[in-house]
């Protein structure tokens, strides 16, 4: 298993949006709607984003979405923040009880 | 409010056992959810190590397998993690989180232990 290809940034101005994608192949991201995603400030334990690859948890801003197409998935955020500065990981079910992280994403709110 | 805790030592030796434990406070550790273990090397991203479940079922990383044990005492509301022969490789935060059984994702996480492997 290689681990899920994600940029290794991403930057955006306060108020714009922006995507991170999340390429996997058809054994994990293309052949289950099992995407999570991840966010992480510097020090912190990660924090539950995006699972079942739209959903969004109780509590989460609605400026955070999921999608996925093919073998990509996608997170987008909108109306971009300061605080929205952090790492991003994703996360796929990969088949035989198993799960497999991207590299990460580091955002930069300019 | 349900809480997760890592515990264990923050130095191992190389070719030694590492084991943590992870305390769950505020819930039946045997209750329907499921039990995993994720490190973080300095400076790098996230490696799922494996998970439990309450029927006592594992499941573990295949780059990992072979060293790797994840057990539950649902005595004292807490499960483990054990890696053997660890190698400075294995220098991470390493983190327990919860996950609800039926899904693969984990929406709870301990706040993270650092555990380093030197000599």
């Known amino acids: 298993q290689s681990a899920l290809t994600q940029p290794a940034s991403v930057s955006g101005s306060p108020g714009q949006s922006i995507t991170i994608s999340c390429t996997g192949t058809s054994s994990d991201v293309g052949n289950y709607n099992l995407v999570s995603w991840y966010q992480q400030h510097p020090g912190k334990a990660p924090k539950l984003m995006i699972y079942?690859?739209?959903k969004r948890p109780s509590g989460v801003s609605n400026r955070f979405s999921g999608s996925k197409s093919g073998n990509t998935a996608s997170l987008t955020i909108s109306g971009l923040q300061a605080e929205d500065e952090a790492d991003y990981y994703c996360c796929s079910y990969a088949g035989s009880n198993t799960l497999l992280f991207g590299g990460g994403t580091k955002l930069t709110v300019l | 409010q349900v809480q997760l805790q890592e515990s264990g030592p923050g130095l191992v030796k190389p070719s030694e056992t590492l084991s943590l434990t992870c305390t769950v406070s505020g819930y039946s550790i045997s209750s329907y959810y499921y039990w995993g273990w994720i490190r973080q090397p300095p400076g790098k991203g996230l490696e799922w190590i494996g998970s439990?479940?309450?029927?006592?079922?594992?499941y573990y990383n295949p780059s990992l397998k072979s060293r790797v044990t994840i057990s539950v005492d649902t005595s004292k509301n807490q499960f483990s993690l054990k890696l053997t022969y660890v190698t400075a490789a294995d220098t991470a935060v390493y983190y327990c989180?919860?996950?609800?059984?039926?899904?693969?994702?984990?929406?709870?996480w301990g706040r993270g232990t650092l555990v380093t492997v030197s000599s």
């Open positions: 079942e690859d739209t």
């Open positions: 989180a919860r996950g609800t059984v039926g899904t693969w994702y984990f929406d709870l």
């Open positions: 439990i479940y309450h029927s006592g079922s594992t």
